[in-house]
């Protein structure tokens, strides 16, 4: 790799720690890093499709109330790193995605390091309002910024340290049955974001929503897109319905909904 | 909470003011701490218009010291929030008798529903389903995966954080009314609905589980296999084989069925749903998600050693 894309990479490293607690303009999700990755790599193709496969899985990640969610951004940035120095290519990226998985774990380790470093920069911040300063307050927010992206920075340099040859021999050191049980075990763990997302919404009033999801997806012919005007469309309908049903007085299905996620975040914030 | 508003206007945050504290918004986040979590940025957004409103040193600092309270939500929707907060500033630095309690009641009050908004909204709706579209173009190779999640999610973002702000900012302490009512809770279960609606899909179509344990091998009846030893020869024979197959005949003699045919011949997807039922019970049973997924990765390889995956 080129000293010019060495840099480029630990600068998609930087923003992707960074948005990985700032969590808006999504730099740090895989679809977007990776493809970042691949591209200031020159393995552009590789880095989509491996955004692709990491995405899905991270779908339903994210951090609410008490359940702390695997690090997207290091892992997304790590295993694109990992899946350009080993040189497999399109091959190299089932192998990629499983290494991803113990990363995304690893780096909620750096993320609490630093949300607990922020606790006495945030004591920084009191005395210099207590002084009426508000550039140190900036200051020290810029600060903090920059400490989440050295999060992710700090480990791809580490990761393109390591000579090349050393990630290839330890990719191919992996035994065929590993890599193809890797494969499989990442085939089933989207459930686990799909789960989550469910714990989250579900209530008596929307499970048929999920029922029918399921049944029609079989229809191989209707596209996600097609599956989500489907959705909007049937949502629609139940809301204007239940709206003018709702004068003549049942009003039991309104509130079902509200009260069991909003108090489980109630008590979690 | 509602402080009785004072007419007379002489300091009012401009256009650029709001703009100021809405990019500002976007940083909320990046001093989260495990003490008072997003205080600090919370009083970052703030700056540029406590700055404006109050010129005395010791308003000022109180002013940062009252906004560095602990201070938890949903990143995008904070931005009501500040709307509404810069209306009660603006009130008082213009000499309405708000209060410290009066600004952190609203703060608290709003943080807890709108996070119960933002969450189920964002996080697993939008961004699940638009994530979905990006990567399903994205596995293969294509480019307007990754450009289409980017784009689409900053547009909606960008949108909510601004107009959400105008919208607090002007409806002032009114919001926290709507809050319990209508327009709100409208969109929290419609979210939901098109959300449950569109995971039920993507078990489907993307938990991928494949039982290879052979269940049965059928001796079929002739006339239900394609008879290869007594086709035409040549392209003729290719002919026939083909418009036989579509014809409905099977191309081998055996009837191989797996325990997967078997499952899908009750519903396709059976087994996928069933994991995610497992995973959410595990969930609800408080194992940790990173356990859960090590724990999948191990049933897969052992799976995998012993033939039944």
Known sequence: MSAISMVLVVIVAFFAGMEGILDQWQFHQPLVACTLIGMVTGHMAEGIMLGGSLQMIALGWANVGAAVAPDAALAAVASSIILVQGGQGVKGIGSAVAIAIPLAVAGLFLTMLVRTITVGIVHLMDKAAKEANSKMIDFWQYVCICLQGLRIALPAILLLIIPASAVRGMLEAMPAWLNDGMSIGGGMVVAVGYAMVINM?????????????????????LTLIAIGALGIALALMYLSLDKSGSNSGSNNGGNSNSGDPLGDILDDY | MAEPVVAEKKITLSKSDLYKVAWRTQFLQGSWNYERMQNGGWCYSMIPAINKLYQKKEDRAAAYQRHLEFFNTHPYVTSPIIGVTLALEEERANGAPIDDAAIQGVKVGMMGPLAGVGDPVFWFTVRPMIGALGASLALGGSIMGPILFFVLWNVIRLATIWYTQEFGYKAGNAITDDLSGGLLQMITRGASM????????????????????VVSKIQQQKGAYIDWNNLPKGSAGIHEALSQQAGGLSLERLKVTTLQNNLDSLIPGLVPLLLTFLCMWLLKKNVSPIIIILGIFVVGVVGHVIGLL
Do not use: H, K, Q, Y
């Open chain 1, 201 to 221: 919404m579900a209530s008596r009033e929307v499970w048929p929503f999920f029922a029918i999801g399921f049944v029609i997806a079989a229809i191989s012919d």
């Open chain 2, 194 to 213: 098109m959300g449950m609606f569109v995971i039920g899909a993507l078990i489907e179509r993307w938990v991928n589980i494949n039982f290879t344990p």
